[in-house]
């Protein structure tokens, strides 16, 4: 019993932590609608500040003032960041704003490691809150009764803010109608600004109060942003009140689920999490969206076969590739072997996002379960290659169809999250089920057929699925399926008002796309000869969106195009500097300011604009 | 003149509205501009405050070139707008609509404080903590006008304020936009209704497909009754 106890309020205090960051997440996302994946950067970011700052300045006030000094630089560092790039592309579509946020944490993982060096920090504990107090005959730690009250005092002084200051009602206010808000005199601009400060000041400091609990280390942001975006969408984004409660919903669940389910605890907030959005769709205090916002712009400017030009183009591609082992050694052709699948799976994500308007942030669950599904197939019934290459995909099929029937229900943001949660699920229990899928050591052993083991047969095999795979993907597309397909997505309530079945053409939509990136998973394994984790795992499914829109969406080409110059710039950066995130991050940011089309897209408009006959007027399939 | 529009051109995309708009009022002036459903009414009203971006042609305020200005500087300049829809925020109590609205006092323009608007519109002063979304569309009307009213303007650009509200409400309405008149407000309305644009209004212009018809005195107006009958809906 007091044991319990001492674990709730273990609970309490973590809730105290994540209820700082979410809250910062969701007023950023209230007024600005950006969805900053950079936040976990600056809590990152507010811990190493911190570290620094709280071992230059001695003393109790140095400790306090470091952490609050802390925040306020990082706060700074992010108001300047929302000047310089974010004002830019605020109105650009919501997905592109996460892509530059991406960027920006890359940019930011790799300084840090610069500036601090990539070995875990240990910080200072707090003076005068080092010791413990006796809780029902246990030791508990100051510190941490001092967390458990710093949460509910965020939220009594937020709620003053939002409620007294006329700042705070402005904010309110800007949340609901940012245009009316100018047109009654006030300064967007300057209103955001404030806002994105002060939500990463939350942010920060939720990361300074960290050095006196855990080691200061370069990967705290991804796994911060996961967890605050899980609170915000539970929570319903825009709420603070919302974000408390999730956080203390999640702070104790994490407390007790360690205790009570141990084989699944990483996996249970997403179920939380999955329940809670098939219950109640827009969080628990969140409310739906007053006119449902594409998150991809993409009605303006409705998708287009290519026109002459563009066939050309695409042939000429294609020989190259065809002629490619010619002049290519086996590392080109393993690279390009491996572009050719991430151009697979890119193809299947934009089929589900660009087409049918469910933006995935899991698309990497069917990769993995392809890629699992192959492994298993050869772990326990030494299937060849042929039979795997069939049966295989049945495995991402069943995900898609599984994980789908629930996605579809939901649109938007929380459609998003919702598919994050089914690829976490994915993989945790791939994860976790050691006897089955050997944990962390992966599955070793999934070899190509001898035919098909040399890197040139490979290469030829992977080409050949995949230009089957993505013209497949353009016959769908462009069929009558695929219109209604996109007729959903451009107006949820129109498509209902006309009697489509919205829910049911979506699933559909979901599910070929999930058994498309499932295929690219079992060639995937039988390139490496191994599956692991990994395969399943979140930076799968953003490198899935970083190919889509950099290629672009308004064309099917566009996210094949993605995948190669993402691929082969990420290998390519990689293999000749250390500094590749700095790199990759900052090529990102400019990518998204400069061409807010994609880079197709750009290339599209470009030749649109010299030659309008270029390409079919009306929609029909070329 | 307080305000002066001229040869205003504004496109949706590539859809040509406006062609030509020219739109002038003084000080203390109360202007109809009427107009059909669909006749550019609004888009006349949004160009002016800088909401439509792709718009060119002369607009000038209170001796101020505000063509290139953002919207929220023009506002600021002392020009007031109440959009047709109201867009009230439903979250935000009476007070805290009013607050939002809220500008220091500018010279030449009549004050408002929340206790005269409360004198203007007695309604709203019965519900002042009252959440905007509990609230009819008469009371919205009236609080989205005291909400402009607060950023202390010289002249307001009113987007149909009688739109599907009650005959009493009506009358309301005409009672403050000539007391607004009589503190040294100019007003601009749009409107349908010309029984009610007549109650108030010293000048009129007829817009029509983007198009201005007709520019003169109500008494004018009053006498040409095939031009009222060609442009507006009776
Ligand atoms: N956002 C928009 N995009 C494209 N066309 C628009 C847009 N808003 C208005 N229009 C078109 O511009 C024209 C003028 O519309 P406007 O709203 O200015 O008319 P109005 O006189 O205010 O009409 P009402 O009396 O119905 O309010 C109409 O033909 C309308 O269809
Ligand atoms: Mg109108």
Redesign the pocket.
């Known amino acids: 019993m007091d044991f319990l106890f001492i674990q709730f309020l273990n609970g309490l205090a973590s809730a105290s932590s994540l209820f700082l960051v979410a809250s910062g997440l969701s007023i950023i996302f209230g007024v600005t609608r950006i969805t900053n994946f950079a936040h976990g950067a600056f809590y990152m970011l507010g811990a190493y500040m911190a570290y620094t700052l709280t071992e230059h300045w001695s003393g109790a006030l140095g400790f306090w003032g470091g952490l609050l000094a802390a925040a306020v630089a990082v706060a700074i560092i992010g108001a300047l960041l929302e000047i310089i790039l974010l004002r830019r592309i605020y109105q650009a579509p919501e997905l592109f704003q996460l892509l530059a946020t991406f960027g920006v944490t890359l940019v930011i993982e790799d300084l840090v490691i610069q500036i601090w060096g990539a070995e875990d920090l240990l910080g200072r504990r707090a003076p005068g809150l080092k010791g413990s107090v006796d809780i029902f005959g246990q030791a508990f730690p100051t510190y941490e009764l001092m967390l458990i009250v710093l949460g509910p005092a965020v939220l009594g002084l937020l709620w003053l803010l939002f409620h007294k200051t006329r700042w705070g009602v402005l904010v309110r206010a800007a949340t609901q109608d940012r245009m009316m808000v100018a047109a009654l005199g006030v300064n967007q601009a300057r209103l955001f600004t404030g806002v994105f400060a002060l939500g990463i000041f939350l942010g920060a400091l939720g990361g300074a109060v960290q050095i006196p609990r855990e080691a200061v280390h370069n990967a705290m942001d991804l796994q911060i942003i996961v967890e605050a975006f899980v609170i915000v969408v539970i929570g319903g984004m825009g709420s603070v009140l919302g974000a408390f409660l999730a956080s203390v919903l999640i702070g104790e669940l994490n407390a007790f689920g360690i205790l009570l389910f141990p084989k699944i605890s990483i996996v249970l907030m997403f179920l939380v999490m999955a329940v809670i959005l098939v219950i109640r769709p827009w969080g628990l205090l969140g409310r739906p969206e007053s006119h449902a916002r594409s998150a991809l712009g993409t009605a303006e400017r409705p998708i287009r076969p290519l026109g002459r030009g563009g066939r050309n183009a695409v042939l000429a591609v294609l020989l190259v590739l065809l002629i490619l082992p010619v002049f290519g050694g086996s590392y080109l052709l393993n690279v390009a072997t491996e572009v050719l699948i991430f151009a697979l799976f890119a193809a299947s994500l934009h089929l589900m996002m660009g087409i049918g308007g469910m933006v995935s942030f899991g698309h990497a669950a069917y990769f993995g379960l392809g890629a699992y599904g192959v492994a298993l197939l050869v772990k326990f019934l030494e299937i060849p290659m042929a039979g795997g290459l069939v049966l295989a995909p049945l495995l991402a099929f069943t995900g898609a169809v599984l994980f789908g029937w629930f996605c579809v229900r939901l649109t938007g943001v929380y459609l998003a999250m919702l598919t994050l949660a089914f690829a976490q699920i994915a993989w945790s229990i791939v994860f976790q089920w050691d006897a089955v899928t050997g944990g962390d050591n992966g599955l070793l052993g999934v070899w190509p057929a001898p035919w098909a083991s040399t890197p040139e047969a490979f290469y030829y095999l992977t080409l050949a699925i995949c230009a089957v795979g993505v013209m497949m993907i353009r016959r769908i597309v462009f069929s009558p399926f695929g219109y209604t397909l996109r007729s959903c997505r451009d107006s949820v309530l129109r498509a209902d008002a006309i009697g489509i079945d919205r829910q049911r053409i979506q699933w559909l939509g979901f599910i070929l796309a999930g058994t498309f990136a499932g295929i690219g998973g079992v060639l995937f394994a039988y390139l490496k000869g191994s599956v692991f984790p990994d395969n399943i795992s979140i930076p799968i499914s953003v490198d899935g969106l970083v190919m889509v829109l950099l290629g672009g969406i308004q064309t099917v080409a566009g996210p094949v195009v993605g995948a190669g110059i993402y691929k082969a710039l990420s290998i390519f950066i990689i293999s000749e500097t250390e500094f590749w995130k700095l790199i990759l991050g900052t090529l990102i940011v400019i990518l998204v300011v400069a061409f807010p089309q994609g880079v197709v897209g750009f290339a599209v408009d470009l030749f649109r604009r010299r030659d309008p006959d270029d390409g079919e007027a009306g929609e029909a399939p070329a | 003149m307080m305000l002066e529009v001229h040869g205003l051109e504004s496109f ?2 590539r ?1 040509h ?1 406006l062609s030509g708009v020219h739109l002038t009022a003084a000080k203390g002036e109360v202007v109809a501009l009427l ?10 009203f949004a160009s002016i405050v800088g909401l439509v971006p792709r718009c060119t042609g002369t607009r000038v305020f209170g001796g101020t070139d505000i063509s290139g200005l953002a919207t929220h500087e023009i506002v600021r300049l002392g020009l007031g707008y109440v959009p ?1 829809d109201r867009r009230i925020f439903t979250d935000l109590t009476v007070e805290e609509n009013l607050l939002v609205g809220q500008q220091p006092p500018r010279e030449g323009a009549p004050t408002w404080t929340t206790e005269d608007l409360f004198d203007l519109f007695p309604n709203l002063a019965e519900m002042r903590g009252r959440l905007g979304g509990h609230m009819s569309g008469g009371e919205q009307q009236m609080l989205t006008i005291s909400r402009t009213l607060m950023g202390n303007p010289s002249l307001v650009l009113l987007d ?1 304020p009688s739109e599907g509200l009650a005959p009493k409400i009506v009358e309301q309405m005409a009672h403050a936009i000539i007391e607004m008149k009589k503190h040294g407000l100019s007003v601009v309305i ?1 409107e ?1 209704n010309l029984h009610f644009a007549r109650l108030i209004s010293d000048r009129a212009y007829i817009i029509e497909k ?1 198009r201005i018809r007709f520019d003169g005195t109500m008494a004018e107006l009053d006498a040409q009754e095939e031009i009222r009958d060609a442009y507006l809906a009776v």
């Open positions: 949706y995309g859809a509205i107009g059909r459903n669909g006749a550019g009414k609004t888009t006349t047709e149909e749009s349908q983007g």
